[in-house]
């Protein structure tokens, strides 16, 4: 029996660097994540994942890998990393690393052989092309900075194809070498204990002329491949799919586990639910919302979602119409400086104004929607952001463990820290910050904890199915999740405004709601009907 652990686990997403220094270096380190897993414990999560932590040039902050088989200086060494894996394993926490398949660093030595050589092994790891008008349907992702998905190599005399930055050259997946290079990869990390892994940019593997290059059935191929692989040597290692796509376009991606060979992926990031989650809070309206999950397709029972509110990257603006772009930066990006690519780069508490009533608000939906939720680092204590810094960093700034100007992050002078400590009011260190927070009950990381500890006592979330309630108005989010004989009803008011609800639910007598996060019970239902008052920014998840 396979343990499917991840169907009602939640995730933190951790940047090494960023996190806690243990060497006075100024740079995050998995030694220093160490030291904290005790915190990571106390708050409930059960699954860290790891943005990459292998020898890079970081141009694309560790995206872009020169060498897989490593840990970067900074970070530490493949011992601490082993010792990272077994002290999380002894607390019951388990960690998934990232696995970077479709690009190397231009670094890499793969890349460097295949350059310089148009006879090496190599030179067909890439993908080369004397004209740079091949593929000419392919969209660019980083638009802010790359103006063409083809860069002149004067060395190699071609062009050669990237998605991402020009320092990250695609790998060619046509080439079956290739194919099992990247399944030693993760051989090497799974050998070393890891839970799984979180495959960065899977659409992107494969090119054929005359597609958008995305999403190609000979990708799917490649990722059912990989996943017999590791199903074959690891059974029950996860794997969890980066693709940034409509639903229907993800779906694919969790393959067909019913019949041998067919499997992908056992998770799958919801990217459209986000920024829905985000207009729903902003319009007090939970049309967007509801619109997209109901467009979300079944995925098979041993799947499942994962939904975030804020990650490593700019709050991604994909998945929406370019009028609901537009709206978007007009509404949660008023300086220009906020805006990166299609997305805008802040985070969390910041774009909620710092709102207590709606960072929670928000962090209830996160907790109770379909899926298994995903904490980004920093988000738990309200942390702010830097716009000044380039490209994501503004979002990857230093954790901020206790009230002192280094924050606590680590013991070097701070002006060699890896990037500045966030210092304007109110998200600097003395306002924000882990050790006031632990000591403080009413604090948003309390908060945040106690609603997973709850969730954690149902199972309706994880396996639950999950049904919208018609409340009559569209100014509560409200659903049902419904698991075996447990039955929650969740609400959450999205506007400023006292809202008034009355649904039927039983009809028998003598039934009463219990409020899971309260801990208490409401008066029992006249008539079969609940009718609640919920106060602006409420939110209520409730057992029938
Ligand atoms: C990661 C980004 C990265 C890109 C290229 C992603 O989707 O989340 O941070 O820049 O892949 O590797």
Redesign the pocket.
């Known amino acids: 029996m396979i343990d499917l652990w991840y169907k009602d686990a939640v995730f933190y997403e951790v940047y090494i660097r960023a996190y806690h220094d243990s060497n006075a270096d100024g740079h995050g380190d998995l030694a220093g994540l160490t030291e904290k897993l005790d915190y990571l414990k106390e708050l409930g999560v059960d699954c860290l994942w790891l943005l990459p932590i292998y020898p890079s040039p970081l141009k ?2 560790g ?1 872009d890998i020169a060498d897989y088989y490593g840990v970067h200086s900074t970070y530490g060494s493949v011992d601490d990393f082993k010792t990272l894996v077994d002290e999380a394993h002894a607390r019951g926490l388990r960690i998934i690393a990232d696995l ?1 398949l ?2 190397t660093s231009d670094q890499h030595p793969w890349f460097q052989a295949a350059r310089q050589d148009k006879d090496s092994p190599y030179r067909d790891y890439y993908v080369w092309s004397d004209s740079d008008q091949k593929y000419t349907g392919t969209r660019i992702i980083f638009t802010d900075t790359e103006p063409s998905n083809w860069s002149w190599d004067e060395a190699a005399g071609q062009y050669f194809w990237h998605r ?1 930055f020009a320092t ?1 050259p695609d790998l060619n997946f046509d080439n079956p070498a290739v194919r099992e290079e990247m399944k030693k990869v993760a051989k090497f990390w799974l050998d070393m204990g890891i839970d799984g892994f979180r495959a ?2 899977v659409p992107y593997l494969i090119e054929r002329e005359g597609t958008g290059n995305e999403n190609l059935p000979e990708t799917h191929e490649y990722l059912k491949e990989l996943r017999a692989f590791i199903d074959q040597h690891y059974p029950g290692r996860v794997l969890l799919c ?1 693709a ?1 796509m409509w639903p229907e376009d993800v779906r694919p991606y969790f393959g067909d586990p019913s019949i041998p060979g067919q499997a992908e992926f056992q998770m799958g990031f919801h990217f459209p639910i986000m920024p829905r989650i985000f207009m729903a809070l902003k319009k007090g309206d939970v049309s967007d919302m509801v619109e997209i999950i109901n467009r979300t397709p079944p995925i098979p029972a041993e799947c499942q979602w994962c939904t975030f509110l804020r ?3 700019e709050l991604t603006l994909e998945m929406v119409t370019e009028e609901e772009r537009q709206w978007m930066w007009q509404h949660y990006a008023p300086e220009p400086r906020m805006k990166l690519n299609l997305g805008i780069r802040r985070r969390l508490a910041p774009l909620l104004d710092n709102n207590r009533r709606k960072i929670e608000l928000a962090n209830s939906i996160l907790f109770t929607l379909t899926g298994s939720p995903i904490i980004y680092y920093g988000d738990e204590i309200g942390m702010g952001d830097n716009i000044w810094l380039d490209d ?1 960093n503004g979002v990857r700034t230093p954790m901020q463990w206790n009230p002192d100007p280094s924050a606590g992050f680590s013991d070097a002078a701070p002006e060699g820290f890896y990037a500045p400590v966030i210092d304007s009011t109110p998200y600097g260190p003395d306002s924000v910050n882990v050790a006031d927070q632990q000591a403080d009950p009413k604090s948003l990381l309390n908060t945040i904890q106690k609603m997973i500890a709850i969730r954690k006592q149902y199972k309706a979330f994880g396996w639950g199915d999950f049904k919208w309630i018609d409340t009559g108005t569209a100014a509560v989010a409200a659903y049902r999740r419904k698991y075996k004989d447990e039955r929650l009803l969740i609400f959450n008011n999205l506007t400023d405004q006292i809202q008034t609800v009355s649904i039927p639910v039983a009809r028998v007598t003598n039934v009463y709601p219990i409020d899971i996060l309260g801990n208490r019970r409401l008066p029992p239902l006249e008539n079969g009907y609940l009718s609640l008052m919920l106060a602006p920014y409420r939110y209520l998840w409730l057992r029938i």
Do not use: G, I, S, T
């Open positions: 694309d902050d995206y970077v479709n690009h991402f990250q960065d940019a980066e940034n990650n490593h990257d994501r």
